[in-house]
T-cell receptor, first 115, second 112 residues
């Protein structure tokens, strides 16, 4: 297994455009998390899935953000009508929710720059 | 709700000297505690974790952290740092099997 992968690694977009990021978790992991990291800050939780169900969304996740995990495997995070404040590193993590095995593994991130 | 405070945003230390990165947390429930490391231009990696049991936990590269429930702390220490330890270190907390709450990070600068 190669770990959590994210695509693309970098995205530059103009303000007002829509962008979509993909995350492929470790294959047997049933939980998938999205975080956002801005310069000089620690990662901040956005949302997470258990299998295909979205169980929690942060208030940071405005109406312009939507996340899906349609078959309980890969996930997508879409940002509509991007704003300069959306510029950040978007991190995906996955875990196997089972007693004694809890640990989140992070992907390399997608760096978004909104111009 | 949980929160994490990393008291130092940057810590400069000479090579081969000891270092301590401080972390305090608050939570109304039992938590797991973590230290993650982010090397320059790399992703987040788990350095060590406290889930239960022994309050002193160690990493494979010589770091250790001690869970102190009474002081709600989880400080990270290393007796002798190397230039390769240059990185940003994030303390983090999680209620059982839940999202992770990260601190703002401490940048460790190793001086030659």
């Amino acid at each position: 297994d190669t770990g959590v992968s994210q695509d693309p690694r970098h995205k530059i977009t103009k303000r007002g455009q829509n962008v979509t990021f993909r995350c492929d978790p470790i294959s047997e992991h049933n939980r998938l998390y999205w975080y956002r990291q801005t310069l000089g800050q620690g990662p901040e939780f956005l949302t997470y899935f258990q299998n295909e169900a979205q169980l929690e969304k942060s208030r940071l996740l405005s109406d312009r953000f939507s996340a899906e995990r349609p078959k309980g495997s890969f996930s997508t995070l879409e940002i509509q009508r991007t704003e300069q404040g959306d510029s950040a590193m978007y991190l995906c993590a996955s875990s196997l929710s089972r007693q004694g095995l809890y640990e989140q593994y992070f992907g390399p991130g997608t760096r978004l720059t909104v111009t | 709700a949980q929160s994490v405070t990393q008291l130092d945003s940057q810590v400069p230390v000479f090579e081969e000297a000891p270092v301590e990165l401080r972390c305090n947390y608050s939570s109304s429930v039992s938590v797991y505690l973590f230290w993650y490391v982010q090397y320059p231009n790399q992703g987040l990696q788990l350095l060590l974790k406290y889930l239960s049991g022994s309050t002193l936990v160690e990493s494979i590269n010589g770091f250790e952290a001690e869970f102190n429930k009474s002081q709600t702390s989880f400080h990270l220490r290393k007796p002798s740092v190397h230039i390769s330890d240059t990185a940003e270190y994030f303390c983090a907390v999680s209620a059982r099997d839940d999202k992770i709450i990260f601190g703002k990070g401490t940048r460790l600068h190793i001086l030659p």
